[in-house]
C-alpha cells in the first residue's frame, strides 16, 4: 500500500477500506442555528468549535481511505464549518460526496463554487 503525501509534507499511510462499507460519514462541526429537541447530536455535550479539524485537515484524512467509498459530510449543520465549501472543492474527485443539511444557509456561493457533478446525487445511501 502507498503512502500519501500530505499538505503538510508529513506522508500518512492509506487505510484500507473493509468490504461492505458503504460510506464514511464524519461529523464535521456540531455547530447548528437549530435547537431541535429531537435531535442526536443533543445527547452528548457541544464540543468546542476551537478544536475542530481544518478543511485541509478534512481532506487529507478522507483522501487516505481506499478503495475509495462515498463520504457523508455531515454536523449539526456542516455548512457552520469555516472549511465547508474548502472541502467540497478540495475532496479529490475520486471520492463521491454527500450533504447530510437542514439547508438553513444560503448555497449560492456553494452554487458558484462547486460543480454539480462534485456531489454524489444517488438516493440510496446507509441510513442515518
Known amino acids: 500500500m502507498t503512502d500519501v503525501m500530505l ?10 477500506v473493509p468490504r ?20 442526536t447530536n443533543n445527547l452528548t455535550p457541544r464540543k468546542d468549535p476551537r478544536n475542530e479539524m481544518s478543511g485541509r485537515q478534512w481532506v487529507e484524512g478522507l483522501g487516505r481511505f481506499e478503495p ?3 463520504v457523508v459530510l455531515r454536523g449539526g449543520e456542516p455548512s457552520e464549518h469555516p472549511g465547508f465549501l474548502e472541502i467540497l472543492e478540495t ?14 444557509w444560503d448555497v449560492t456561493e456553494m452554487i ?7 456531489m454524489n446525487r444517488q438516493p440510496s445511501w446507509a441510513p442515518i
Open 112 to 118: 458558484g463554487r462547486v460543480s454539480p457533478e462534485r
Open 7 to 16: 499538505l503538510t509534507g508529513r506522508k500518512l499511510r492509506r487505510v484500507t
Open 68 to 70: 475509495p467509498v462515498p
Open 91 to 104: 475532496l479529490p474527485a475520486r471520492i463521491p460526496v454527500r450533504v447530510v443539511t437542514n439547508l438553513s
Open 20 to 39: 461492505g462499507i458503504l460510506s464514511i460519514q464524519v461529523f464535521l462541526t456540531y455547530r447548528c442555528g437549530f435547537g431541535c429537541p429531537d435531535c
